[in-house]
């Protein structure tokens, strides 16, 4: 069966401090890697998307960016966060290559706080 | 780009009480998925919605497709305890790689 690892499951990080969120999936090969976050309330907002090893799609412009350099790994960074980093940050994946026909699986996100 | 209005924000009810939650979509939809997210959790997938008029139930649970294909509704009958969560709406964006999601309905149960 499929799993998604993400960690850790809580950071706290002082502002102008880099950021690194991992994520992996496993049982599944080139699956859809996405990067959400959920900020103070409840609205699911799309970061970054992938549907392959280097290929990254960004949504919003801000201040974060992904990679993806293996096929069931996404990584979310940041050189310097900003209090508006903090949120809730959820990884998810899906197997097809239309998300609209395959649910999104995700992963016990990591809760940041930026101080 | 994709527009989905999902309402009510908040609903809170009384136990054994029913409850519904809408979303609307400002063009015509190929399908529409439901997810549920319990406090302090991840969104799960609950069931995706495909045909027009389609009508699916899970237990205490009726998932409905509008006929026009632009709007769908999740209603929970006599809703217990463990209904608490927040039910999103997701639908394709502007590409073929991602959901976009509603707001969501928080939904509180009081015992």
């Known amino acids: 069966s499929q799993t998604i690892h993400q960690w850790p499951a809580t950071l706290v990080q002082p502002v102008g401090s880099p950021l690194s969120l991992e994520c992996t999936v496993e049982g599944t090969s080139n699956p859809n890697l996405y990067w959400y976050r959920q900020a103070a309330g409840r609205g699911l907002q799309l970061l970054f998307y992938?549907?392959?090893?280097?290929?990254i799609s960004s949504e919003v412009p801000q201040n974060l960016s992904a990679s993806r350099p293996q096929d069931r790994q996404f990584i979310l960074s940041s050189k310097k966060l900003l209090l508006s980093d903090s949120g809730f940050y959820l990884c998810a994946w899906s197997r097809l290559l239309r998300t609209g026909d395959s649910p999104l699986h995700f992963g016990n996100g990591t809760r940041l706080t930026v101080t | 780009g994709q527009q989905v209005m999902q309402i009510p924000q908040y609903q809170h009810v009384q136990e054994g009480e029913d409850f519904t939650t809408y979303c609307n979509s400002s063009?015509?939809?190929?399908?529409i998925q439901w997810y549920k997210q319990r406090p302090g959790g991840h969104p799960v997938f609950l069931i995706q919605?495909?045909?027009?008029?389609e009508v699916k139930k899970q237990k205490r649970l009726t998932f409905q497709f509008g006929e026009a294909k632009k709007n769908s509704s999740l209603h929970i009958t006599a809703t217990q305890t463990t209904d608490v969560g927040t039910y999103f709406c997701?639908?394709?964006?502007?590409?073929?790689?991602?959901?976009?999601f509603g707001k969501g309905t928080l939904l509180t149960v009081n015992p």
């Open positions: 997701a639908l394709k964006g502007g590409s073929n790689y991602k959901l976009t």
């Open positions: 063009t015509t939809l190929s399908n």
């Open positions: 992938s549907v392959g090893i280097g290929q």
């Open positions: 919605l495909v045909k027009s008029g």
